[in-house]
Structures are given as C-alpha cells and as structure tokens.
Nanobody
Framework: QVQLVESGGGLVQAGGSLRLSCVGS????????MGWFRQAPGKEREFVAA????????YYADSVKGRFTISRDNPKNTVYLQMNSLKPEDTAVYYC?????????????????WGQGTQVTVSS
C-alpha cells in the first residue's frame, strides 16, 4: 500500500521559513515525478512545485518562484519543500503527490498518490 506522509508545517511569521518533508512508503518513487500542492480555505488545490526523478527538471508556480525550493532524496523516498520569505498568502494545507510519469504536471488530476497534508500558517 502506497503511503505519503508530510511533516514540517506550522505557524510562522511573515518573512520566516519552513521546510516541509514528505516520506513515501509502499514502493520506490525514484523513477516518478513528485510535486507539492496547496489548498487554502474556500479555494481550489493549486500547484506549487514539481521535480522529476533525476532532479534535472523542476517547475515552480510563479507565486513561489525564487522563494521555494523543491528537492528530493531518492534513496530515502523523500521530497522536500524549502519555503523562504513566507507571506500570509502562502497560508494553506500543503500536500505532496506522486506522478507515475516522468512529466512535470501542474494539474492535480495527473498525480496518482497523495499525502494527507500539513498545515502552514503565516501570520502578518
């Protein structure tokens, strides 16, 4: 059974940093693309960042470009999201997801496995 577990969320002041982690189990994800999404109350789930299995390709939403960095540790089946210069509008539940293709998708429907989410709250 595939399972993704996020951690690292919390409450932080604007301008601060957080590092989210997502550990996968149940199979090896090293050949898959992995992504981060977020969903704020009353809004649709939106793409944040994605990275392919080799790490050679990454893609970021414009809203986080230059502030967030996605990385992965394939032997540990783990993907990270380093979030710097956080803003109140970054407040949301953050989800990691796995796409069984090597393509970097921004559409959540393209992803096959999802974690349960971790709350990030940025105070002004």
């Amino acid at each position: 059974q595939v399972q993704l577990v996020e951690s690292g969320g919390g409450l932080v002041q604007a301008g601060g940093s957080l590092r989210l982690s997502c550990v996968g189990s149940g199979r090896t994800f090293s050949r898959y693309s992995m992504g981060w999404f977020r969903q704020a109350p009353g809004k649709e789930r939106e793409f944040v960042a994605a990275r392919n299995w080799s790490g050679g390709s990454t893609y970021y939403a414009d809203s986080v470009k230059g502030r967030f960095t996605i990385s992965r540790d394939n032997p540990k089946n783990t993907v990270y999201l380093q979030m710097n210069s956080l803003k109140p509008e970054d407040t949301a539940v953050y989800y990691c997801a796995v796409d069984r293709t090597a393509v970097l998708h921004t559409n959540p429907a393209a992803y096959d496995y999802w974690g349960q989410g971790t709350q990030v709250t940025v105070s002004s």
